[in-house]
């Protein structure tokens, strides 16, 4: 692999597909996670993560979306998830990157931004990816009870018991800086009808095996495949919440050989860019 570098006005760092790989390659435009209010370009769930994909054929373009709090607030890190993704496609020719096979991801609230940004793509917000990787995702601020085998689970292992519903809704409350009960749908995905995902690009979801978080991914892949989107969901065993960001154990680089596999076998998507960019009116380019 080349040197990773900044670009776009520092919104992304680029970490080019080895040298070695045949060009155009595949994209993954990455979003880390942090509970929307802490995380950067240098913690192992983002610069472990594109260095992992990127030596393995992957172009990756990992952002530096803004996090919340100090007056920032939803939709802001949307929208530089969203200007990412319009940047790699316009970029993509210069970046040595196939426009039809660009893939969007995040993890935990990283893989809330994506699957957010999708929704607002549909209307128009930017170009729709090839495909979705969401890794641990929380998706809903108020979330369904576990069921009792990951209660118990929970119960065994109190140290990975540490998304309950209290902080998990004053987790959405700082980022919408306000109550979640009129929160914007691509602010709270895990919300959305099958009517709402229409539409939506196929979706690799690995989960962690004792989090709670898991119980909103699972409930959003089933309105995924309520809706006919083919969803591929698992539960990489385990593992607690953000094993991506702890390389060093081996559901890490599980994770990542899943993500290729799936990426291989994913069909290209036409490349027209919607000519509704500003349909959505919260949706801006901080380049």
Same mark, same amino acid.
Not at 3 to 21: Q, S
């Given at each position: 692999?080349?040197? +990773? /570098?900044?670009?776009?006005? $520092?919104?992304?760092?680029?970490?080019?597909?080895?040298?070695?790989?045949?060009?155009?390659?595949?994209?993954?435009?990455? *979003?880390?996670?942090? @509970? #929307?209010? &802490?995380?950067?370009?240098?913690?192992?769930?983002?610069?472990?993560?594109?260095?992992?994909? &990127?030596?393995?054929?992957?172009?990756?373009?990992?952002?530096?979306?803004?996090?919340? $709090? $100090? @007056?920032?607030? /939803? =939709?802001?890190?949307?929208?530089?998830?969203?200007?990412?993704?319009?940047?790699?496609?316009?970029?993509?020719?210069?970046? @040595?990157?196939?426009?039809?096979?660009?893939?969007?991801?995040?993890?935990? *609230?990283?893989?809330?931004?994506?699957?957010?940004?999708?929704?607002?793509?549909?209307?128009?917000?930017?170009?729709?990816?090839? $495909?979705?990787?969401?890794?641990?995702?929380?998706?809903?601020?108020?979330?369904?009870?576990?069921?009792?085998?990951?209660?118990?689970?929970?119960?065994?292992? =109190?140290?990975?018991?540490? #998304?309950?519903?209290?902080?998990?809704? *004053?987790?959405?409350?700082?980022?919408?800086? !306000?109550?979640?009960?009129?929160?914007?749908?691509?602010?709270? +995905?895990?919300?959305?009808?099958?009517?709402?995902?229409?539409? #939506?690009?196929?979706?690799?979801?690995?989960? !962690?095996?004792?989090?709670?978080?898991?119980?909103?991914?699972?409930? #959003?892949?089933?309105?995924?495949?309520?809706?006919?989107?083919?969803?591929?969901?698992?539960?990489?065993?385990?593992?607690?919440? @953000?094993?991506?960001?702890?390389?060093?154990?081996?559901?890490?680089?599980?994770?990542?050989?899943?993500?290729?596999?799936?990426?291989?076998?994913?069909? +290209?998507?036409?490349?027209?860019?919607?000519?509704?960019? !500003?349909?959505?009116?919260?949706?801006?380019?901080?380049?």
């Amino acid at each position: 692999m080349t040197a +990773p /570098y900044d670009d776009a006005d $520092g919104l992304v760092r680029v970490y080019p597909a080895d040298a070695a790989t045949e060009r155009p390659t595949p994209a993954l435009v990455w *979003a880390h996670g942090g @509970g #929307f209010v &802490a995380g950067d370009l240098d913690m192992p769930e983002a610069d472990w993560v594109s260095r992992a994909f &990127a030596a393995r054929g992957v172009t990756v373009v990992s952002i530096d979306y803004r996090l919340a $709090g $100090g @007056g920032c607030r /939803y =939709p802001e890190p949307s929208d530089d998830v969203l200007a990412a993704w319009r940047w790699t496609s316009a970029h993509a020719r210069h970046l @040595g990157v196939d426009p039809a096979r660009i893939i969007a991801g995040g993890a935990s *609230a990283g893989g809330n931004l994506t699957a957010g940004a999708v929704l607002r793509a549909l209307g128009g917000a930017a170009p729709i990816p090839a $495909g979705v990787l969401l890794a641990y995702p929380t998706l809903l601020a108020v979330q369904p009870a576990p069921d009792p085998a990951l209660r118990a689970m929970l119960d065994a292992n =109190p140290a990975a018991d540490r #998304f309950g519903p209290a902080r998990v809704r *004053a987790m959405y409350e700082d980022y919408l800086g !306000g109550p979640v009960d009129d929160a914007p749908l691509p602010a709270v +995905p895990g919300r959305a009808t099958p009517a709402d995902v229409a539409g #939506f690009p196929p979706v690799l979801m690995v989960n !962690g095996e004792a989090d709670e978080l898991r119980v909103s991914g699972e409930a #959003f892949a089933a309105t995924l495949a309520a809706a006919g989107v083919p969803v591929i969901v698992v539960t990489e065993p385990g593992t607690e919440h @953000g094993h991506l960001n702890r390389p060093e154990e081996p559901a890490a680089s599980a994770t990542v050989e899943r993500a290729l596999d799936w990426i291989a076998d994913l069909p +290209p998507r036409p490349t027209s860019v919607p000519a509704a960019a !500003g349909a959505d009116a919260g949706a801006h380019d901080r380049t």
